[in-house]
């Protein structure tokens, strides 16, 4: 079987009904910087800049940087940076050969490269998905030294663009960099934030690690062996702030569907608080039950009957996204897609940076309001039982978070000891904050949540907890 590449393409020896890349991808000289080059990038930003490449806009090929790891941009590298996407809803399956991405390096082996490509005159955009823990001093030198030589060489600035699921991502971002740059050169910091552009925005599309599942269904429809293939779903949304260097990019982005808007705060809360926070409960139950993905989860009828509360009861009376039953509707059949077989535990990863972003605003808020927290009293308890890294099942199962060791030998020294376990868990300011810890109905619960989810297992626990709202609703309605 051939290997996909240009010269494949070049020779069309693909299937005519494979959308392609129908632009001379060789002649052009990347526009975009993208670090975090992974799964998510690759279905979602690349597929909007190969959507403008094929419109004829010559100005939005990507050099595509991984930041650790080589496998991925090594493999990208060898087939000329193509890759099939499998996009699989309940309409069937479609298939693209996505074009956008001309070339790759890796941050760690080729820091120089990346520093050249942010200084390259024809780089006008920088888009970042790095995750949550990146956003700190080594991601920061590396865009500052880049900025520095682009200064240096008399350039003009760049369009900074975060699509990580940071709240307020491209503020932090901008102060990440000015901080950094004003320890070195305040001239520099200034230029940064007189020429930069840095806009919030937010990024949706569901996208699980790729498989050697997507790399046989694509040799199966392309009849070529693709290394890279990915799979995700027909959703995507881009929602971006109206603040770019060069202000005609508003109209360029929204021709390819992206949204434009001034203000992103309510589609970033509300993707982050309702996709995002059901993720993280979501993830956390599966692990604990062994239950391997998603949609094996929503399968549950007390599991998706639990979200669906979550969303509608707990997390939506904050937010101001219009339209929120629909969209709580279509999360919960994006979750249950068979196709994705999205894993829990690729979820479930870094919980400790997610939840503070996730669940903590809602819990802010409504516990300062006396409002009902007990869907997220729950979820905590679950993550505390997450933390022993042991399924109901006994099976044994990694925490691939930056505190997990410390935080698995927390939950280890008081297995089996509710309040103990809650006392210590929840005095982690930087997950909980500090005032959690002193508010009584809070410990309270959670602590009961874990000793019902130890004594009963996660399933019973959950049926009880449904039962329980059941019978709570009957009596504020009067009906006994
Ligand atoms: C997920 C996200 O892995 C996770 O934490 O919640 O990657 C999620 O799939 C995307 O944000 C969807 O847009």
């Not at 997507?214 to 995700?232: S, W």
């Not at 808020?365 to 890294?389: C, I, K, N, S």
């Not at 691939?400 to 935080?407: F, H, I, K």
């Amino acid at each position: 079987m051939r290997a996909l590449s240009q010269t494949v393409l070049d020779d069309r020896a693909v299937p005519p009904s494979l959308h392609l890349p129908d632009y001379p991808r060789s002649a052009l000289v990347p526009g975009v910087l993208h670090l975090g080059l992974g799964a998510f990038h690759r279905a979602h930003q690349a597929v909007v800049f190969d959507a403008l490449l094929q419109a004829g806009d010559t100005r939005w090929g990507v050099l595509g940087v991984a930041m650790r790891s080589t496998e991925l941009a090594d493999a990208l590298a060898r087939q000329d940076g193509l890759y099939t996407l499998q996009i699989a809803s309940a309409e069937g399956r479609r298939w693209q050969l996505v074009g956008a991405v001309l070339d790759t390096c890796v941050a760690a082996r080729e820091p120089d490269r990346v520093t050249a490509a942010i200084a390259a005159p024809a780089t006008r955009w920088l888009t970042l998905t790095v995750t949550e823990k990146a956003y700190g001093p080594v991601l920061a030198a590396q865009l500052v030294a880049g900025l520095a030589a682009r200064h240096a060489a008399g350039l003009g600035g760049l369009t900074i663009a975060s699509c990580d699921n940071l709240s307020g991502n491209g503020g932090k971002l901008r102060q990440l960099c000015l901080d950094t740059a004003a320890a070195l050169d305040t001239v520099l910091a200034q230029w940064i934030e007189s020429h930069c552009a840095f806009p919030d925005s937010m990024v949706d599309r569901i996208v699980p690690a790729a498989t050697a599942q997507h790399r046989e269904d694509a040799a199966r429809m392309t009849g070529l062996d693709d290394a890279c293939a990915l799979g995700t779903e027909a959703f995507w949304e881009w929602v971006i702030e109206r603040h770019f260097v060069d202000p005609a990019d508003g109209a360029a982005l929204a021709a390819a569907g992206v949204q434009v808007v001034e203000d992103v705060r309510p589609f970033e809360e509300a993707k982050l608080r309702m996709l995002n926070g059901s993720h993280t409960a979501i993830a956390l139950m599966g692990a604990v039950m062994g239950l391997p993905t998603v949609a094996d989860c929503v399968a549950n009828a007390d599991i998706r009957w639990f979200v669906h509360h979550l969303m509608t009861d707990i997390v939506m009376p904050q937010l101001q996204r219009p339209g929120l039953p629909a969209y709580r509707d279509a999360l919960l059949a994006r979750f249950a897609n068979p196709d994705l077989r999205h894993k829990v535990h690729q979820i479930a990863s870094d919980s400790s940076l997610k939840i503070p972003l996730r669940w903590l605003p809602t819990l802010q808020t409504r516990l300062a309001a006396g409002a009902d927290v007990e869907p997220l009293a729950f979820g905590a308890a679950v993550w505390m039982r997450y933390l022993l890294a042991e399924d109901e099942q006994g099976q044994p199962y990694a925490i691939s978070d930056p505190a997990g060791e410390r935080l698995q030998a927390i939950a280890r020294r008081h297995r089996g000891d509710a309040p103990a376990t809650v006392a210590a868990l929840l005095r982690q300011p930087a997950i909980w904050g500090e005032a959690l810890l002193a508010n009584p109905r809070w410990v309270s619960s959670v602590g009961f949540w874990l000793e019902r989810i130890q004594a009963l297992g996660l399933g019973a626990a959950l049926a009880q907890f449904k039962a329980g709202h059941a019978t709570h609703l009957n009596t504020e309605h009067g009906n006994t």
